[in-house]
């Protein structure tokens, strides 16, 4: 499955920002998706995944609450609704896939990789 992402940006601290990814290729698939993110000199932080139908959903502590993920299967898209954000929000984000069911929060369990967006928020 090939992913591209798009909807970064900048914003004030206390804002808003959509992110989508679109999937093309092997869509018909169970795969799971995920939005990570990396800061400069930072490892990958997990920030979201969803499940193929939609119906669970992960987030680590520090996005809860603040941000959603979503899918569209009739778009082949997966958003991630960022509100209320944060400076130590800013990073590079990338949306990931897996073939499988369970919802992980390892980046090296994530097979498929689309280009990262980058979010800045600025104080």
């Known amino acids: 499955v090939q992913l591209q992402a798009s909807g970064g940006g900048l914003v004030q601290a206390g804002g808003s920002l959509r992110l989508s990814c679109a999937a093309s290729g092997r869509t018909s698939s169970n795969y799971i998706m995920g939005w990570f993110r990396q800061a400069p000199g930072k490892e990958p932080e997990f920030v979201a995944a969803i499940s193929w139908s939609g119906g669970s959903t992960y987030y680590p502590d520090s996005v809860k609450g603040r941000f959603t993920i979503s899918r569209d299967h009739a778009k082949n898209t997966v958003y991630l609704q960022m509100n209320s954000l944060k400076p130590e929000d800013t990073a590079v ?18 097979g498929h990789w689309g280009q990262g967006t980058q979010v800045t928020v600025s104080s």
């Open 93 to 110: 984000y990338y949306c990931a896939a897996r073939f499988g069911t369970v919802l992980l929060d390892s980046s090296i369990r994530y």
